[in-house]
């Protein structure tokens, strides 16, 4: 039975978070936290906290092997992202993107 865990409306950009998506792929859980814990990066910090998410999910739906629960699925998608605008030289402007990601893992 699949568990999946989400955070949506992450404030990262999904470019600096799918480098972990792929990293953690096909691994157990508590491999995939172990490998996590040695990147200071905030990206590894979210996964984690989604990762963690999810054990708990399947924790609570009564799952009785959590060791060995595998990263089936974990995906970065695109959110919205809202436009800035910030002054440049001769009077125009230019527009900041603040990019958000949605973060999903799915143990099996």
């Not at 906290?49 to 089936?72: G, K």
């Not at 970065?76 to 999903?104: C, E, N, Q, Y």
Request: hydrophobic share 40%; aromatic share 8%.
């Amino acid at each position: 039975m699949p568990y999946t865990a989400k955070h949506r409306f992450a404030q990262i950009s999904p470019r600096k978070v799918r480098v972990f998506a792929d990293l953690i792929r096909g691994k157990f859980a508590d491999e995939a936290l172990e490998i996590l814990s040695c990147y200071p990066n905030r990206g590894a910090r979210l996964f984690e906290s989604v990762i963690r998410s999810a054990m708990h999910n399947a924790e609570d739906l009564r799952e009785s092997n959590l060791r060995y629960l595998m990263v089936t699925d974990a995906r970065v998608d695109a959110g919205p992202f809202s436009k800035r605008w910030r002054p440049i030289s001769r009077g125009s402007s230019t527009v900041i993107l603040k990019r958000t990601s949605h973060i999903t893992v799915v143990l099996e």
